[in-house]
């Protein structure tokens, strides 16, 4: 598990440590491709993905089937910004 800092929001309190790396995504969604990992999600938006309404990462993250936790990063598939949890890098 990883270390929490906001209870409220339940965010990371330290950036992830490939925050800066391009990661081979390997499994999920994204599978096989390359993904810049920027950071936690919820330290790039401020806010969990859950309580970002209407952000247009967070929507596609909320219909992807990906595990609807906090365990999110955010970073670039290509020139777009994405959102993966992390249990499938």
């Keep these: 598990m990883t270390e929490r800092h906001n209870v409220r929001n339940n965010m990371h309190s330290s950036r992830h440590p490939l925050a800066g790396q391009t990661v081979t995504v390997k499994s999920g969604p994204y599978a096989g491709q390359e993904y810049r990992i920027e950071d936690w999600l919820?330290?790039?938006?401020?806010?969990?993905?859950?309580?970002?309404?209407?952000?247009?990462?967070?929507?596609?993250?909320?219909?992807?089937?990906?595990?609807?936790?906090?365990?999110?990063?955010?970073?670039?598939?290509?020139?777009?910004?994405?959102?993966?949890?992390?249990?499938y890098l």
């Design 42 to 87: 919820d330290r790039v938006f401020g806010m969990s993905w859950m309580d970002a309404a209407g952000n247009p990462t967070a929507l596609k993250y909320a219909m992807s089937g990906q595990p609807m936790n906090d365990e999110v990063l955010y970073g670039k598939v290509g020139a777009f910004g994405e959102a993966i949890n992390a249990a």
